[in-house]
């Protein structure tokens, strides 16, 4: 089984910075994918970034060029820099990775538990 913590929300004025970073733990034998989603009240959980294990990236058109996503594979975590934060990045942000338990087993999406990222006007 495979556990994401992650960790670094919290409340910051607009213009303002965060890092979030999440750390999988448990029976991993390799992680291909992560990523950061975010869901907003009343909206759909949506994908912010990701980054393959050959550190390939994608971000969402809202945030690229203000967040950056980096991974340390030998810590299985991965980190998200975000920048210039605005209000309408108002969420909670959940950590996921697809993970292989075993060198001949599939890969499988897990989830963080989320962490509250506020941003006041």
């Known amino acids: 089984q495979v556990h994401l913590v992650e960790s670094g929300g919290g409340l910051v004025q607009a213009g303002g910075s965060l890092r979030l970073s999440c750390a999988a733990s448990?029976?991993?034998?390799?992680?291909?994918?992560m990523g950061w989603y975010r869901q907003a009240p009343g909206k759909q959980r949506e994908l912010v970034a990701s980054?393959?294990?050959?550190?390939?990236?994608n971000y969402a058109d809202s945030v690229r060029g203000r967040f950056t996503i980096s991974r340390d594979n030998a810590l299985n975590t991965v980190y998200l820099q975000m920048n210039d934060l605005k209000p309408e990045d108002t969420a909670v942000y959940y950590c996921n990775a697809e993970a292989a338990i075993h060198y001949n087993s599939n890969y499988y999406p897990n989830w963080g538990q989320g962490t509250q990222v506020t941003v006041s006007s």
């Open positions: 980054i393959t294990s050959g550190r390939t990236t």
């Open positions: 448990g029976r991993i034998f390799s992680i291909n994918v």
